[in-house]
């Protein structure tokens, strides 16, 4: 599988460094308020690319991190005035409902930034061992960029203009250079019960040291692919990259994949812009999460998303286009066991892996499948085509629905109000606060909704 790396600026093969195994690490949400559909582009691109790596037979261990402290997690918190965990829980819950309403196949580890500040001390040390950490008046701590000269490599900056447009601006600072970034946040009255102790006083993580401990702590020093939307590259990914390699004197990571933002009239959905939907929104109007899923993984990653109302409608038509084919297949294959598949079908899916294969060409992937419904459809109306035959297309549509995810109707995904109560009573098991799980297991019930366990752990079914 080739992908274009953001680092070498090149479509090159992915090689993981463990043959057989993508060790790969994911930019997630800041838990402050409900994700919205734009940075839902970035999750189901990165849920294409999983889904698509192990479609290729790689094994892939995948780390989604929850920024759950940073400027906008504390001013909340200190709004609504309750505790950090308290204000982001809901958030985070929100979030693993929209995951599970988007059919984005859950990573192998998601842990939050306040569950990992040992760790993150621990790399600041380091740092200072390198002689890359100092410390400024205000007790802050800063990493030094003049002392790491590949500083600029991934988001391909220059150097001296770095430099000298820093020049400027310096003196609004408490820093050695205005583009030295924060290791480490001094309180300040601001924070007020939020803080942390460490060698160099009371205060919180920079954003960046998140990122870069909680990596190296699930997938090692070094690591096959990180990914995030574009707006990630710089200055986050750069100073992540600085962080890891200044520790290690290692490569941190091999290949940097980033996608192009969700943009409404062409302007990126953004929070600050206000221009923005949750998926919430988008359900209130009457959408499935499967026309959702459809309508934002369809366009290739590198390239900007316009989200419109139509757009969804297009999703809604083609999902109808899909279903037809499918009942009409299975109408015929009733029980038959499959054969080999029809050439024209055998014909698509090879495309399908081709273009897949090709830094995710999920346009001509689709193409191959709406190829494939139209010559079946062909063959259907005249008699062409065997039970066993369209036994063999169903089997066939279902690989390709281990990448796209989108072809198997969602009548039994509860709504992500539901599947939030169910995450909430799973927490509440976890703390062994039985009587707060019952409650909230009769609060589901009283909904019309039903607790079973399986194998993969509780779902809910309709009472
Ligand atoms: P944030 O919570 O802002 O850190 O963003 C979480 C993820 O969503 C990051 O990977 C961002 O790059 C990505 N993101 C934010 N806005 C958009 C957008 N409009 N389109 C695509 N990705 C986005
Ligand atoms: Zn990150």
């Known amino acids: 599988m080739r992908v274009f790396n953001s680092l070498t600026q090149r479509v090159e093969e992915l090689l993981p460094i463990e043959p057989g195994h993508v060790r790969f690490y994911t930019c997630g949400p800041t838990v402050y308020n409900f994700a919205h559909i734009g940075n839902y582009r970035a999750y189901i691109f990165e849920d294409l690319l999983r889904r698509t790596l192990k479609y290729f037979g790689l094994r892939v261990t995948q780390v989604m991190n929850l920024t759950d402290v940073d400027d906008k997690t504390i001013r ?3 709004a609504a005035g309750t505790p950090l965990k308290s204000f982001t829980q809901p958030y985070r819950d929100a979030f693993f409902a929209d995951l599970r309403t988007l059919a984005i196949e859950p990573a192998e580890h998601y842990p939050a930034a306040t569950d990992h500040i040992p760790e993150m001390i621990a790399l600041i040390a380091r740092l200072f061992e390198k002689g890359v950490a100092y410390r400024s008046a205000d007790g802050s701590i800063y990493f030094r960029i003049a002392a790491f000269p590949e500083y600029g490599k991934l988001a391909h900056l220059d150097r001296g203009g770095l430099q000298a447009g820093a020049r400027v601006a310096q003196d609004e600072y408490d820093k050695e250079n205005a583009a030295d970034f924060a290791l480490w946040k001094a309180w300040d009255e601001q924070d007020g019960e939020i803080a942390w102790d460490s060698p160099w006083g009371r205060g919180r993580p920079g954003w960046h040291i998140e990122c870069t401990a909680m990596s190296m702590k699930y997938l090692g ?45 062409g302007r990126k959905m953004s929070k600050s812009l206000g221009n923005f939907y949750t998926l919430r929104d988008v359900l209130a109007r009457g ?15 590198r390239q900007s998303l316009d989200f419109s109302f139509v757009a969804l409608d297009a999703a809604r038509a083609s999902l109808q286009r899909l279903d037809a084919f499918r009942a009409r ?19 698509a899916e090879t495309a399908f892996g081709v273009a897949l294969a090709d830094d995710l060409g999920i346009a001509e992937a689709l193409a191959a499948l709406f190829t494939l419904v139209t010559a079946g459809n062909r063959a259907l109306d005249a008699n062409q085509v065997a039970p066993a035959d369209a036994a063999a297309v ?61 194998p993969k752990g509780p779902r809910l079914k309709k009472g």
């Not at 992540?240 to 091999?254: I, S, Y």
């Open 221 to 265: 020093e070094s690591f096959d692919l990180h990914t995030g939307g574009i707006d990630n590259l710089f200055p986050h990914h750069e100073d992540e990259l600085a962080q890891a390699e200044a520790a290690t004197g290692k490569p941190f990571v091999r290949t940097w994949m980033h996608c192009a933002h969700l943009v409404v009239e």
């Open 329 to 347: 297949l299975a109408g015929l294959a009733a029980d038959k066991a499959a054969a080999v598949p029809p050439p024209w079908a055998v014909q």
């Open 76 to 78: 909340g918190a200190r």
């Open 394 to 454: 169903l089997a066939l549509l279902a690989r390709l629905d281990a990448v796209l995810g989108f072809l198997e109707p969602e009548a039994t995904v509860a709504p992500p109000e539901m599947l939030a109560l169910l995450d909430a009573r799973q927490a509440a098991r976890k703390s062994k606060n039985w009587a707060e799980a019952d409650r909230l297991r009769q609060e589901i019930a009283a909904q019309g909704w039903v607790i079973e366990d399986t």
């Open 287 to 301: 959408y499935s999460g499967r026309e959702m899923r459809l309508a934002l993984i369809g366009a290739h990653y």
